[in-house]
């Protein structure tokens, strides 16, 4: 569990942010929600196949194309033209 002390005169706005700051990093409410309902193992299992797929396929896509600049791709954008209708 996250703790936080008060080192003088710090404000309870302050000790808020280093407590929610603290928790995030511990990774307990990641935790709170992964648990919140009950996942079947093979529920469990196939989003993890499945997150390992997209990982694979973004990794083969950046690494064939190379991943655009900012500009290249605000260039794109200014490109297409308005749709009819």
Same mark, same amino acid.
Not at 3 to 21: A, E, L, P, Q
Not at 24 to 38: I, N, P, T, V
């Given at each position: ?19 929610? #700051?603290?928790? !995030?990093?511990s +990774? ?5 929600? *992964? %648990?919140e309902?009950? @996942?079947?193992?093979?529920? /469990? ?14 990794? #083969?896509?950046? !690494?064939?194309? +190379? ?5 290249? *791709? %605000?260039?794109?954008? @200014?490109?297409?033209?308005? /749709?009819?209708?």
């Amino acid at each position: 569990m996250a703790s936080v002390y008060n080192h003088g005169n710090d404000s309870i706005d302050k000790m808020y942010r280093i407590f929610r #700051k603290a928790v !995030e990093k511990s +990774g307990l409410f990641a935790d709170l929600r *992964r %648990k919140e309902f009950y @996942e079947k193992p093979s529920v /469990r299992l196939r989003k993890k196949h499945l997150s390992a797929i997209k990982r694979l396929q973004k990794d #083969k896509l950046e !690494e064939t194309e +190379g991943r655009p600049e900012r500009e290249e *791709r %605000k260039d794109r954008k @200014e490109r297409k033209e308005p /749709r009819a209708g």
